[in-house]
């Protein structure tokens, strides 16, 4: 039954709320936060009003001017708790901040509503999983004292489990939502501008021309583009949405199967999480919870994203060795004057963030740097949008939106730390997993590894590493692995939990797009990126390999060589010739020797691998294409 009136303003308010928020980040970046409470709290607020009319805009058909009890119902209740909540928050606001206020029975209820409001707001943001978790957790805290064996608890009371979660710093609205209001959605605004000045579609045009001489051109090309944007775009998946409508019709154009297509484009993608210099921007929110410099954390993984990329370029050439793909003139890519403006200032841009950070500038005032240095210099190549009303707001609503997404899932995010801080299950799940490895290393890690891709599949990178981090971390550290490289392993399986089965967000995104099979798609992006499982554990067995963690520069040399030369067999050994399937087994070994034995064994390995690629040159039979 149609009972709601649809609000013939809810789309004003949408950019009006959109256009808040904008103006919101721009301030804190430029001026500094003006109060934690007012922008921690508000900003939770705004989101969750604009993640609910937007749903209110997909749920119906913009000329449909009634809504479905069903549907408006949940919308409205869910609005109106995260109100109610907050107005209970503000109320005793200042008691808060100092700590003597205790909670009456309507805060602790007013509270529960707030947290109920949040999961729902993150289910609409991002799905079920993620909600699920929180809610699960949630359970947990209230009723873990029931629980069986390590899980059980001693118990929180109503009063101190709404203090935590709610009315304090340590929940909700703690570090992760401030590092994400006040740092991290200038970068979200940074993206978007880029989308509005076409820079994203420049950026695929350059990677084609880069690769279109390359057999495996327009799957080379995708590599390029989805790394390239990928470490602005703070998902994996909307970088899979956002470049994958251009790049995997090229692909497949080529004769690629839809499969590989789709692979190709997700295991590229979700690389672009762990490429500096935002990396999608977990890389201050690790600065943040590391207390280790940014430039640190960026040069830590500058390294390792090289090397992922570089086993996708030989793992792709290798596939394409061994298909017969339609052989197509290439046509030349010419770009036009203002299309070589548009790369430069996507160049300049992010060269004035990275010189910002170093010349001591905070993360957010460097993302405005950057954002007004694309503004300026794009606007002045393309003059036309300056007073095209559509496309700002088109910009405004798009920042607006991904921002409020972002917000709404760092507050669920809260929820799952502030109960595992409470109950302290994260250290006792760190103390099982070294009582079942027996303190071997190298169980522990394969174990830990298992347990990140568990608990990130379903999940966006910033909070699937904010949860693994704190269940995970403890253990790693606990066996002697320093902090930088305990966090980057956890990154890496945060991240590549995108594209592993069964829940591969990267590859389901993907496989629609390609007109392919979702799980397949996922095992073949598994089975591109099989080399990116192995990076992390040369992080703790090679430690040197990242920059910046005070080792010597011989060894670190040593480190990238065996690395590289690692994850080239690898590559190559997922992709075996037809008449050489007995690479595969070779190829492992000599990885595994390289990266997990002592140096001199290594060394060894870097010789018989040096000769393994001689011998595996592809012969002039595996070179010819079809003709068409």
């Given amino acids: 039954m149609s009972v709601f009136k649809r609000i013939p303003v809810a789309d004003h308010l949408v950019t009006l709320l959109s256009l808040i928020v904008v103006a919101t980040v721009l301030y804190v970046s430029l001026f500094g936060v003006f109060s934690d409470s007012y922008l921690r709290v508000g900003m939770l607020l705004i989101s969750g009003l604009l993640v609910v009319l937007s749903s209110l805009g997909r749920t119906r058909d913009l000329s449909d001017t009634r809504l479905s009890l069903r549907t408006g119902l949940p919308m409205f209740l869910t609005a109106a708790a995260l109100f109610l ?123 084609v021309a880069a690769t279109g001489r390359l057999k495996s051109g327009p799957a080379a090309a995708a590599t390029v583009a989805s790394g390239l944007f990928g470490t602005i775009s703070g998902s994996a998946v909307a970088n899979v949405v956002g470049t994958g409508v251009i790049t995997i019709p090229l692909i497949k154009k080529r004769g690629f199967s839809a499969r590989f297509a789709g692979a190709v484009e997700s295991a590229a993608s979700s690389g672009g999480q762990i490429t500096p210099p935002i990396m999608g921007a977990v890389a201050f929110i690790m600065a943040d919870v590391t207390s280790v410099p940014y430039l640190t954390i960026c040069a830590a993984a500058a390294v390792p994203a090289v090397i992922y990329y570089c086993g996708l370029f030989v793992a792709i050439s290798r ?29 300049i841009a992010l060269a004035g963030i990275v010189c910002a950070m170093v010349a001591g500038a905070s993360p957010a005032y460097a993302g405005f740097i950057g954002v007004a ?71 522990s890690l394969l174990l830990m590894a298992l347990a990140c891709l568990l608990l990130g599949m379903g999940m966006p990178t910033v909070p699937a590493y904010l949860i693994i981090v704190l269940v995970m971390g403890p253990s790693l550290q606990k066996l002697g692995v320093p902090i ?145």
Avoid at 91 to 117: K, M, N, P, V
Avoid at 155 to 164: K, N, P, R, W
Avoid at 319 to 335: H, K, S
Avoid at 584 to 590: E, M, R
């Fill in 373 to 443: 240095l694309a503004t300026v210099l794009g606007f002045s190549v393309r003059p036309d949008l300056v007073f095209d009303l559509q496309a700002w707001l088109k910009f405004v609503r798009s920042a607006g939106l991904i921002s409020a997404q972002l917000v709404v899932i760092v507050g669920a995010v809260g929820i799952v730390i502030g109960v595992l801080n409470l109950t302290g299950v994260g250290l006792r799940f760190a103390a099982l997993l070294s009582n079942l490895a027996s303190d071997q290393l190298i169980l």
């Fill in 484 to 628: 930088v490289h305990t966090h980057m392993f956890v990154l890496y399986f945060g991240v590549l939990s995108a594209i592993t089965p069964p829940v591969a967000l990267a590859a389901f995104a993907a496989a629609p797009i390609a007109g392919a099979p979702p799980m397949a798609t996922a095992l073949e992006a598994s089975r591109l990126a099989l080399p990116g499982f192995v990076i992390p554990f040369a992080f703790v067995y090679q430690p040197a390999l990242l920059l910046g963690t005070g080792y010597p520069i011989t060894e670190t040399a040593q480190a990238i060589l065996f690395v590289l030369l690692a994850v080239i067999v690898i590559s190559r050994a997922c992709y075996p010739r037809r008449n050489k399937t007995y690479m595969t087994p070779v190829g492992l070994a000599l990885a595994g020797g390289l990266i997990f034995l002592n140096p001199l064994v290594s060394w060894l390995c870097v010789a018989l691998a040096g000769a393994s690629l001689v011998l595996d040159r592809p012969g002039q039979s595996a070179r010819k294409l079809s003709r068409t």
């Fill in 319 to 347: 596939a394409t060795d061994n298909m017969e793909l339609v052989e197509e003139a290439q046509p030349t890519v010419r770009f036009t004057w203002r299309e070589l403006l548009q790369i430069a200032i996507f160049a």
């Fill in 85 to 207: 909540a907050v107005y209970q928050y503000f109320r005793a606001a200042d008691e808060i901040e100092t700590g003597l206020y205790f909670l009456s029975t309507t805060d602790i209820w007013f509270g529960l509503l707030g947290l109920l409001a949040v999961i729902e707001l993150t289910r609409r943001s991002v799905g079920l999983v993620m909600a699920l978790v929180a809610a699960i957790v949630l359970a947990y805290g209230a009723f873990g004292h029931m629980t069986p064996g390590f899980l059980r608890h001693a118990g929180i009371s109503a009063d101190e489990l709404m203090t935590v979660l709610w009315f304090s710093f340590d929940g909700v609205f703690g570090r992760p939502m401030a590092t994400v209001v006040s740092t991290i959605l200038i970068f979200i605004l940074f993206g978007a501008l880029l989308e509005l000045l076409s820079i994203d579609r420049v950026l695929v045009r350059m990677a």
